[in-house]
């Protein structure tokens, strides 16, 4: 599976430790694998300084089965996708080390419109 990251730096290895705190998926290094949202991010985050640079990783699909990642994954947008969107934003401590989603903000939106009505 062919993986993006939007970025403004080559980055040769990945540092989970530089991640930001308190995002939606909590603390780690984001792949995505919608080639036009990664050129997006990259525009977005050179705005500020650098050039746009976007990464193509290529991630094993082993990784679905291996217990050691712990893969967490979300092919839709639900209660407990929205739950674990929340508990990130609150800085809780999570268990898992490797999160697959599928989901996109728009769809976070219209989930939260959901719960809330």
């Known amino acids: ?3 993006y990251h939007g970025t403004t730096q080559i980055i040769h290895e990945v540092d989970l430790t530089k991640g930001r705190h308190r995002t ?3 603390q780690g290094f984001y792949l995505g694998s919608n080639l036009d949202v990664a050129q997006r991010w990259a525009k977005s985050r050179a705005a500020f300084s650098g050039k746009p ?3 193509n990783y290529t991630l094993d699909n ?3 089965s291996d217990e050691k990642a712990n893969p967490l994954v ?3 947008p639900t209660l407990e996708w929205l739950n674990f ?3 990130n934003s609150a800085k ?3 268990t898992t080390s490797c999160v697959i989603h599928m989901v996109s903000f728009e769809d976070l939106l219209q989930t939260t419109r959901l719960t809330l009505s």
Do not use: Q
């Open 85 to 87: 969107v929340r508990d």
């Open 1 to 3: 599976m062919d993986l």
């Open 74 to 76: 979300f092919d839709e």
């Open 24 to 26: 939606d998926f909590g």
């Open 62 to 64: 082993s990784i679905f």
């Open 53 to 55: 640079i976007v990464m």
């Open 92 to 94: 809780v401590s999570l």
